[in-house]
């Protein structure tokens, strides 16, 4: 009872000394307010502040919304990275979304905190809030990036020990910047853009194909793979070496093997641009040179069929160059090799080439040395890995009893991917649609022993009208027209035996 009543005691001494301090210390500000001019308290403050950061083993960077008249890019950085480190558990949590194509975005409420460790070091996260409505001075501070004031000027406080200083400012933010960025260009919709006169065009670009629906030899497209892989790591290498940041790729092969799909798949992977460059648009060197340095980096230039989009002047040796000729300020091969591998080549860093054609053997062997094409890359005909991939995408089955007799009649039949998808795609019943397939190239070997070339309508045509026939004379599907003349030749031998039997004929 008796330690009872002298804790009593204690609290009552500290409860008074608390109210005496804080008595006195309300009576001191009112003496300084009231005496003392306001720049000697400003003074006073930031002095008194000075010492308690001093003191304090915390340090704080404040990362606000918007820098004078533009906004802020690290604090749009901020925003992003901590969007995908953010924990859900958290008990207030903001929640948005700018474009059905999009994930949701979890944010940061006002006045919550979060913890980040970067490199074995802890950095605490806080979003802060305040009101701005009263601020009206003409320096743009609080000002959007569309000069209107903000009633609400939001920023990031980071807050860590002050021995990771250094970590912080040299290491953690720019991982930061290059975290957003590779983020929202992962996130970012593709542009595809058309050449008209010497301007260009964009319209989205929302081509599904992928390197894993690319119906394609598994060894080419992992070659492939490694080689854009490679490329957009080579920054500071073809800097040292002295080349410009591009690489070049001929596609070449039979129409429907899956050339424009290659392209689509390339752009997916990598996050570029397209361009795709009409030359029968571009009357002259000076446009296209024009068209090619309004290109953005890290883009895809495109031009398909090269071979019979234009007629290139071949380069001839002991040509002389003349202004005489107006032809000569056309498009020619030597403006288009200028760009691709000539001083202008050095316009933009971060750059894919893809030249097209069916017929490699009629480009011009100047395209098609290292340095321009850089890889060439045959798409041939379809193989039973390829069509596996088909069936895949387009019935989700990975094996079916019909693959081994579909794969032998694919490695004796030239077909294309296209012609094999065109086939998968006219039912949705599986079974059929491989009974159809198979059918399918039964009918081309057929064509191809003989020496014709029929395409998939035709061969799907023949097919049609053959059975309609049979139907017509009512003969089963599955039984061949020549068993329909043995049955007529038995049946009249039958009647007429039975009619020599009643006549009584020998």
């Known amino acids: 009872m008796a330690s009872y009543d002298k804790a009593i005691e204690s609290y009552k001494r500290a409860v008074t000394t608390a109210a005496s301090l804080a008595a006195s210390a309300m009576l001191v500000r009112g003496v300084v307010n009231e005496l003392v001019p306001y720049e000697v308290r400003d003074l006073l403050f930031s002095g008194v502040g000075y010492l308690r950061s001093r003191m304090s083993s915390q340090h704080t960077v404040i990362i606000e919304e918007t820098e004078g008249w533009t906004n802020n890019q690290l604090y749009d950085a901020v925003r992003t990275y ?8 958290m008990q207030r949590l903001r929640v948005s979304r700018v474009d059905e194509t999009k994930s949701m975005m979890f944010s940061m409420e006002e006045g919550e905190e979060m913890a980040d460790v970067h490199e074995g070091s802890e950095f605490r996260w806080r979003l802060v809030c305040r009101d701005n409505s009263s601020s009206s001075n003409g320096n743009g501070n609080g000002r959007g990036g569309n000069g209107n004031y903000r009633l609400e000027v939001r920023s990031f406080e980071m807050s860590f020990h002050k021995k990771h200083k250094d970590k912080a400012l040299n290491s953690y933010l720019p991982h930061i910047l290059a975290t957003a960025k590779k983020i929202k260009d992962q996130d970012r919709t593709l542009k595809i853009y058309m050449n008209e006169g ?23 497209k992992q070659s492939v793979m490694d080689d854009l892989e490679r490329f957009i790591k080579r920054k500071e290498y073809y800097k040292k070496i002295g080349k410009a940041w591009k690489r070049g790729y001929l596609l070449y092969g039979p129409p429907g093997t899956g050339k424009s799909s290659l392209i689509a798949a390339m752009a997916n992977y990598l996050k570029f641009d397209v361009y795709d460059l009409e030359l029968t648009e571009v009357n002259w060197n000076s446009t296209l040179r024009r068209l090619l340095i309004g290109m953005t980096n890290r883009s895809i230039l495109v031009i398909e069929d090269i071979d019979c989009t234009l007629e290139l002047q071949q380069r001839e040796e002991g040509q002389e160059s003349s202004k005489s000729n107006p032809s000569e300020d056309k498009v020619t091969l030597s403006g288009l090799l200028n760009f691709v591998d000539g001083l202008w080549s050095t316009s933009g860093e971060e750059r894919i080439i893809v030249f097209t054609t069916n017929y490699k053997e009629r480009l011009d062997p100047a395209l098609l040395r290292p340095g ?3 890889m060439h890359v045959h798409m041939g005909y379809c193989c039973p890995e390829s069509f596996r991939i088909l069936a895949s995408n387009y019935h989700s089955i990975d094996n079916h009893a019909t693959y081994p007799e579909i794969e032998e009649l694919i490695k004796e039949v030239m077909v294309t991917p296209a012609e094999v998808a065109e086939v998968l795609m006219r039912n949705d019943d599986t079974d059929v649609a491989l009974e159809g397939l198979i059918q399918f190239l039964k009918r081309k070997k057929d064509v191809g022993k003989e020496g014709k070339a029929e395409n998939v309508e035709q061969v799907l045509k023949a097919e ?13 599907e599955n039984q061949d027209p020549q068993d329909e003349n043995v049955e007529q030749v038995v049946k009249a031998e039958e009647t007429e035996k039975g009619t020599m039997k009643k006549n009584d004929v020998p």
């Open 82 to 89: 901590l969007a995908t480190r953010i924990n859900t558990d």
């Open 464 to 476: 049609e009208t053959e059975k309609e026939t049979m139907k017509k004379n009512d003969v089963p």
């Open 372 to 374: 321009r094409m850089d």
């Open 198 to 220: 010497e301007s260009w065009f964009a319209i989205d670009l929302h081509h599904p194909s992928t390197f894993t629906t690319l119906a394609m030899d598994h060894k080419q």
